[in-house]
């Protein structure tokens, strides 16, 4: 969701998939057609995880912060209209919670603040299965995200370092999530992609995202990254489906923030959004 | 008898009271309940009714009686629906369609659902009245669009655990389309009407007084009802839904029971000098809104006016003498003063004398049926009592507006509209006593905020406007007429 400078042009699947079934029926297909060295169902070793036992500021060892609306002053190159803070306000674990809160307030220009936690320089990875544990929550303009970048961003600019998205969400879409990949050619971005990223969206029935937890997460091996929600794997990425280069296999750190207002939620808040809305994350934990 | 309705300015309120008084005709519930054997099927009519008895439809009064009928021909995916012919408005055997369906035979448990559901379509894209459910526990969705398109349309439950046993598990009223008085008469189809769980109704935000924290001076025998209840949720399609609701799905409390009280039905009585909060909780949700009491003490009628000759007396509110029709205590108003503190406009029949109360009043408008010629007459008559301290420098503004030769309120046009204002200084005003307030007609010199020259035409007036803006920004007001000696 980074650096997304105009509206994200999505190819959506919109597949309710109901049961685990159909999921061990791809991963059995896909394992006829791969490398057979390669087994996605291997991550279960636990090498680094966040369950937020520790009142307080998150982890530094863990979780650094971006601050403010984006190095180009145009809301994270997404129009996203919060600013960003390392604030206790708007991040801070309570609970046995990662709580990050979005106010509507006036704020260095912005009229709403939030927070945005990355681990990058800190906890990085290639390959592996990365989850977290979230409650959602809900109102037009608001958007949380749990996704990853390329740790060689720095000398490989978005989309090169490429982008994947464990879960985005639209709060005016309470039963929806999406997972998607970024890479070079392929992105949110018009100018700097031919192509649209790669993205499935995952819907609930008779249930939605903003009044309990669920589990978001990705497997991710040399040419494939598998979304799931809960025990329901939902889609499956691999070099074959992306218009471009596959730019994932090296390290990627982790993000979660929760934006207001941007190109990806249709513009900003409107007069029903209720404030302050929270993101509570119960745990992170990637295994290998 | 004391009974105060408190006017929120928004348009809720309006349907709110055409819902009470469109559905309070019936009431009442089974006193043998056998809750082992209560049905708890959601089913209301799919290709057919579904356990709904013999005998299940209740027309409201005044509505037309035989607008109802099973069409075979339409239906949402089927050939089967419930067809409800909205007649005209001068439609002899009734203006308007609206009903009850109530089960003939035990009531359901509805208690694990969290909607009633239904598809409709409409002949014509109109607005319908209201779609509901409920008797003790109604719970009403106002001001519903139909399309000529077949449409979900979902009313979620205010609180399930309260839905022990429904018998009226149906209720619509709807009148024509077009202008008032002359709408014409449309058909909607309604199909697959029942109670379900769907499990994306959340986020609940239950409300008292439109969600308003109220603040008003009150005196002891006052009633306050707390309308409108409302309960709000987001739907799984992410809009909000709001429906306005029975007081007895909520818990009311007071911060002072010896000040005031809430009765369960959500009205509150006021019993001695003090302040007291109001607030309430629905299913462990608090609600939004409150109503802040403070009570002043036993309430004093103003100085009962003079007996006069009719002809010596125009009056626009007063129980003395016969007053204009059509009065409007808040035909336009401000938002409220200070900024950012609501406006209060109440209304209080105190054993047959009424009086207006105004709180955080910046401005208010009040209006009545047609114009009227004051030119003959010699003075504005107002009583005032201010229930706020007074500073030496505190004034009322009070004006009046002349629609002028065509006899319509031209907006900020103008064209022949014309007004004017007079201040009453503190030095003239009291706290807590009724003053009497004698402006002559012809001294509404002042420019007005709104833009209007002073002196105003008298042959047209239409308007009286109280402005607290300048520091006199609470008051009870009677009396007020034009009259001469």
Same mark, same amino acid.
């Not at chain 1, 979230?134 to 995200?145: D, Q, S, T």
């Given at each position: 969701m980074m650096n997304v400078k105009n509206s994200i042009r999505i190819k959506v699947r919109e597949i309710v998939y109901q049961t685990t079934l159909f999921a061990i029926v791809i991963l059995a297909c896909?394992?006829?057609?791969?490398?057979?060295?390669?087994?996605?169902?291997?991550?279960?070793?636990?090498?680094?995880?966040?369950?937020?036992?520790?009142?307080?500021?998150?982890?530094?060892?863990?979780?650094?912060?971006?601050?403010?609306?984006?190095?180009?002053?145009?809301?994270?190159?997404?129009?996203e209209l919060q600013y960003y803070t390392a604030r206790s306000e708007n991040a801070t674990v309570e609970n046995g919670f990662l709580i990050i809160t979005a106010f509507q307030e006036s704020f260095e220009g912005s009229d709403?603040?939030?927070?945005?936690?990355?681990?990058?320089?800190?906890?990085?990875?290639?390959?592996?299965?990365?989850?977290?544990?979230?409650?959602?929550?809900?109102?037009?303009?608001?958007?949380?995200?749990?996704?990853?970048?390329?740790?060689?961003?720095?000398t490989n600019p978005w989309p090169g370092a490429g982008e994947i998205d464990i879960m985005e969400y639209r709060g005016q879409e309470p039963t929806r999530v999406l997972g998607s990949v970024h890479g070079p050619g392929y992105c949110g971005s018009e100018e700097l992609c031919e192509e649209t990223a790669v993205s499935t969206t995952f819907e609930l029935e008779n249930d939605r995202f903003d009044t309990?937890?669920?589990?978001?997460?990705?497997?991710?091996?040399?040419?494939?990254?598998?979304?799931?929600?809960?025990?329901?794997?939902?889609?499956?990425?691999?070099?074959?489906?992306?218009?471009?280069?596959?730019?994932?296999?090296?390290?990627f750190y982790i993000l979660i923030n929760l934006a207001v207002g941007g190109t990806f939620v249709g513009g900003g808040p409107n007069d029903e959004t209720v404030f302050p809305q929270r993101l509570l994350v119960d745990y992170v934990r990637i295994y290998n | 008898m004391k009974r105060t309705r408190i006017n929120i300015i928004k348009k809720s309120v309006f349907v709110a009271c055409l819902i009470a008084a469109s559905t309070s005709c019936e009431r009442s519930i089974s006193d043998d309940v056998e809750f082992a054997t209560l049905s708890n099927g959601g089913e209301i009519f799919t290709d057919d009714f579904i356990g709904m008895g013999e005998d299940f439809y209740f027309p409201f009064i005044g509505a037309k009686p035989d607008v109802f009928s099973v069409d075979m021909d339409e239906g949402y995916e089927s050939t089967t629906s419930i067809r409800i012919d909205v007649p005209n408005a001068d439609d002899p055997a009734g203006g308007f369609a609206g009903a009850n369906f109530v089960i003939d035979g035990s009531g359901r448990n509805l208690t694990e659902f969290d909607a009633l559901t239904f598809w409709a379509r409409a002949s014509q894209a109109a607005t319908a009245g209201l779609f509901g459910f409920g008797e003790e526990?109604?719970?009403?969705?106002?001001?519903?669009?139909? /399309?000529?398109?077949?449409?979900?349309?979902?009313?979620?439950?205010?609180? %399930?655990?309260?839905?022990?046993?429904?018998?009226?598990?149906?209720?619509?009223?709807?009148?024509?389309?077009?202008?008032?008085?002359?709408?014409?008469?449309?058909?909607?189809?309604?199909?697959?009407?029942?109670?379900?769980?769907?499990? /994306?109704?959340?986020?609940?935000? %239950?409300?008292?007084?439109?969600?308003?924290?109220?603040?008003?001076?009150?005196?002891?025998?006052?009633?306050? %009802?707390?309308?409108?209840?409302?309960?709000?949720? +987001?739907?799984?399609?992410?809009?909000?839904?709001?429906?306005?609701?029975?007081?007895?799905?909520? /818990?009311?409390?007071?911060? +002072?029971?010896?000040?005031?009280?809430?009765?369960?039905?959500?009205?509150?009585? *006021?019993?001695?000098?003090?302040t007291a909060e109001i607030t309430a909780v629905l299913n462990g949700v608090s609600a939004q809104g409150s109503l802040n009491l403070n009570v002043l003490g036993s309430f004093v009628s103003a100085p009962i006016?003079?007996?006069?000759? %009719?002809?010596?007396?125009?009056?626009?509110?007063?129980?003395?003498?016969?007053?204009?029709?059509?009065?409007?205590?808040?035909?336009?108003?401000?938002?409220?003063?200070?900024?950012?503190?609501?406006? =209060?406009? =109440?209304?209080?029949?105190?054993?047959?004398?009424?009086?207006?109360?105004?709180?955080?009043?910046?401005?208010v408008g009040i209006g009545w049926d047609g114009n009227v010629d004051v030119s003959g007459l010699q003075f504005l008559h107002i009583d005032v009592q201010v229930t706020q301290g007074l500073s030496p420098s505190d004034i009322l503004n009070v004006q009046i507006i002349d629609f002028g030769a065509n006899g319509v309120d031209d907006g900020s046009v103008r064209v022949d509209d014309t007004g004017g204002g007079f201040n009453i200084p503190a030095a003239d005003l009291e706290e807590g006593v009724w003053v009497p307030i004698d402006i002559p007609v012809n001294q509404f010199t002042l420019p007005t905020g709104g833009g209007f020259?002073?002196?105003?035409?008298?042959?047209? *007036?239409?308007?009286?406007?109280?402005?607290?803006?300048?520091?006199?920004?609470?008051?009870?007001?009677d009396n007020i007429y034009f009259y001469r000696n």
């Open positions: 896909w394992a006829c057609n791969t490398d057979d060295t390669q087994d996605v169902v291997t991550f279960e070793n636990l090498v680094r995880s966040d369950e937020f036992d520790v009142e307080g500021t998150p982890d530094p060892e863990f979780w650094d912060f971006d601050i403010g609306n984006g190095p180009n002053g145009d809301g994270w190159g997404n129009q709403y603040t939030s927070a945005r936690l990355l681990t990058k320089g800190l906890v990085e990875q290639q390959y592996g299965r990365f989850e977290a544990r979230m409650r959602l929550p809900y109102g037009k303009g608001i958007w949380p995200a749990f996704w990853m970048l390329g740790a060689d961003i720095d309990g937890f669920h589990v978001f997460g990705i497997e991710w091996g040399p040419n494939f990254v598998n979304y799931y929600v809960d025990d329901v794997l939902y889609n499956q990425i691999t070099p074959d489906d992306v218009p471009g280069e596959w730019v994932f296999d090296k390290p | 526990f109604s719970t009403e969705v106002a001001q519903v669009d139909l /399309t000529t398109q077949w449409q979900q349309y979902i009313v979620p439950i205010p609180d %399930p655990s309260k839905l022990v046993e429904v018998k009226n598990v149906f209720r619509f009223a709807a009148g024509g389309i077009g202008t008032e008085g002359q709408e014409v008469g449309y058909s909607f189809w309604i199909d697959e009407l029942k109670f379900e769980k769907l499990g /994306t109704i959340a986020q609940p935000r %239950p409300a008292i007084l439109a969600g308003q924290d109220v603040t008003v001076d009150a005196f002891i025998g006052q009633e306050f %009802p707390l309308i409108p209840l409302t309960q709000t949720f +987001n739907l799984g399609n992410g809009q909000n839904q709001t429906t306005l609701i029975d007081a007895s799905y909520f /818990t009311f409390s007071s911060s +002072n029971p010896e000040v005031a009280k809430v009765n369960e039905g959500g009205i509150v009585t *006021v019993f001695r000098q003090g006016p003079p007996a006069r000759d %009719p002809s010596d007396v125009i009056s626009v509110f007063s129980d003395s003498y016969e007053s204009l029709s059509g009065l409007n205590v808040a035909v336009f108003n401000g938002p409220g003063f200070p900024a950012g503190e609501p406006i =209060s406009i =109440s209304m209080t029949d105190f054993d047959g004398n009424n009086i207006i109360e105004y709180g955080n009043l910046d401005f020259a002073g002196s105003p035409n008298l042959t047209n *007036v239409a308007r009286v406007v109280f402005v607290g803006n300048l520091g006199v920004a609470n008051i009870l007001v």
